[in-house]
């Protein structure tokens, strides 16, 4: 059975984006705040110069700050993001015409359902 998708829900678009880049986000937070904490601290064992070593440690601890804003970066760029892929989808699709999917097994309410 093939069906073409129209149109796309631009809420749970904006959702399911937010969400998605939200957990990216964290990731990449926690990659963030494992280089900030290595660095500081090859910079403190005698790379760096000696009187720096207290900025050098608030950067460090401050840097796990870096996870909920890098995720609630990633996590509001990516709903903008979802948010203007959805829309041009939609004027795209009805314009002419959406993508198409084929589906093989059995839905539920409607029976078997064959290659197409």
Do not use: H, Q
């Not at 948010?83 to 004027?91: G, K, Q, S, T």
Request: aromatic share 10%.
């Amino acid at each position: 059975m093939e069906v073409e998708i129209r149109r796309l829900d631009v809420g749970s678009i904006i959702k399911v984006a937010f969400v998605i880049y939200v957990a990216i986000g964290i990731v990449v937070g926690v990659i963030y705040v494992l280089m900030a904490v290595v660095l500081g601290g090859l910079l403190d064992y005698g790379y760096g110069p000696p009187e720096a070593w207290m900025g050098r440690t608030i950067a460090t601890g401050l840097s796990v700050l870096m996870i909920p804003f890098l995720a609630l970066l990633y996590g509001c760029l990516g709903a903008v993001g979802g948010l203007i892929f959805a829309l041009l989808y939609n004027v795209i699709a009805k314009t002419i015409g959406g993508v198409k999917v084929r589906f093989r097994g059995e839905i539920p309410g409607t029976g078997p359902v064959g290659e197409v």
